[in-house]
């Protein structure tokens, strides 16, 4: 009877927990979600001309289009974030979130980096 009473405790505990935060489970949720490209978007704020040379010296494209480009991945990423936590056009900043994923895969050659496809791929086989 120990061992019931403790479960129906628990039960009802867990009941109200629920009921007190089931309103701001979603927010939070969403926020987990996005968190990688808010922390990505508020890094590039605060390292922009780190940013911007790096594009310069890999590309060789020149100060205003290394600019604009970290002006649009900047952009993207913290207008996509702010339209999923409002519940705003979800589905379209989804769309834009995975187009900034594209463009940095091309612009930081991620998708050429051995080094980085040797650690997604150990980090994949160790998942399994």
Known sequence: MGQNDLMGTAED???QFLRVTKQYLPHVARLCLISTFLEDGIRMWFQ???????IDTTWN???LLASSFVF???LGQLTGCVLVLSRN??????????GI???????????WDLKFLM???RTSWAQL
Request: hydrophobic share 50%.
């Open 101 to 111: 994923i594209a463009l940095q895969t091309i612009a930081y050659s991620i998708l």
């Open 61 to 63: 494209c020149g100060y």
């Open 48 to 54: 922009w001309s780190e940013q911007r040379d790096y």
């Open 72 to 74: 649009l991945n900047l």
């Open 89 to 98: 056009f979800v589905q379209y900043a989804c769309f834009g979130l995975f």
């Open 13 to 15: 505990f867990a009941d």
């Open 119 to 121: 650690r997604l791929s």
